[in-house]
């Protein structure tokens, strides 16, 4: 009992038993046993990170990297350690992320039939997703896509005024899991982008909806928009994006580039840089590197979504909803 006071409760022996006690485990080699602690106080201190993307996608992406360092921001501050949970989209997921000792979940952006949504709901730790989709039993934590899309589009289309016949074209995130690089048009798309069963995944269909919304304002024909559908963030997918729409669109005439983040928009902007077409580009994740490389994007924190997250999954029934976001104009505008 006096060990065990010792490590757990110092305050209640005196200091020179505690020392004795400290230097004899020492020499011993003894530590308590955490997995013990944990079985007895029901508690294991560990958040899990559920991830639907390689484990080195988190470290590559710095979008994916700052959502990380939210959550690690908590953590730190809970004095809790972090499990980073990857997923594949096969039948060993649901037993790997519930096998994993963990006191609750924090979930990156997933599919609505992602069989871990229901599992984690149903274990009985808390658990918030980061983008959705939303699911009884858990915090969704997200800007309204929609929202932000049809503003940031509608801006860079103003900007593009000047440049009088520009055409509209997209750069987008997976639709589902089979993560097919593809270019459609409009009339391709469901005619429902927020409909889940027809685009699982909740935050392409619903910043394809917002697009959509502000080029029919702006008079575009939706069914004629050039959509390039990428397996996965990154410059390198921008890029090679971007080359396979430019070559179905006649002429060279100036483009307006909407993409799904600041990495996509930012390797598309390489692509069109060698074709001397003008352009105005948008993207997503308000990056001082975009800014700085005229490009109109949208700052919604992901390091605050990720602290968000972390908070919701450490307190059962906690707050969700929408977080704040806003339109950043290029610093040469």
């Known amino acids: 009992m006096t060990v065990s006071y010792a490590f757990n409760h110092p305050g209640r022996v005196a200091d020179a038993t505690r020392a004795r006690v400290l230097e004899a485990a020492d020499r011993l080699g003894y530590r308590p046993d955490t997995t013990a602690r944990a079985l007895r106080s029901g508690r294991s201190q560990q958040l899990g990170v559920v991830v639907g993307e390689h484990l080195s996608y988190l470290f590559d992406d710095p979008q994916a990297a700052q959502f990380l360092a939210g959550v690690a921001d908590v953590c730190v501050g809970e004095d809790l350690g972090m499990v980073l949970i990857p997923t594949r989209g096969d039948a060993s997921d649901v037993d790997r992320v519930l096998s994993a000792a963990v006191d609750g979940y924090v979930l990156w952006t997933t599919v609505a039939d992602d069989p871990v949504l229901a599992a984690v709901a149903r274990s009985g730790r808390p658990v918030a997703i980061q983008g959705g989709p939303a699911h009884p039993g858990l915090v969704r934590i997200g800007p309204d896509d929609r929202a932000a899309a049809a503003a940031v589009a509608a801006a860079a289309v103003a900007a593009a005024t000047p440049l009088a016949g520009s055409t509209p074209v997209i750069i987008s995130f997976p639709l589902d899991r089979r993560r097919r690089s593809e270019v459609l048009r409009g009339r391709d798309l469901p005619a429902d982008l927020t409909d889940l069963q027809a685009v699982p995944f909740p935050v392409t269909g619903g910043r394809l909806a917002g697009y959509r919304d502000a080029l029919a304002e702006a008079g575009h024909d939706w069914d004629d928009v050039r959509v390039a559908v990428v397996p996965r963030n990154g410059r390198e997918m921008g890029e090679e994006a971007a080359e396979a729409m430019l070559e179905t669109l006649e002429g060279s005439g100036p483009v307006v580039v909407l993409a ?74």
């Open 260 to 333: 799904m983040s600041d990495e996509l928009a930012l390797g598309a902007r390489s692509a069109v840089r060698r074709t001397r077409r003008e352009a105005v580009l948008a993207g997503w994740d308000g990056s001082r590197e975009a800014a700085a490389s005229g490009v109109w994007s949208v700052a919604a924190s992901l390091r605050a979504q990720g602290r968000a997250c972390a908070r919701a999954a450490l307190s059962p029934g906690g707050p969700g909803g929408r977080v704040p976001w806003s339109v950043v104009a290029p610093d040469e505008v």
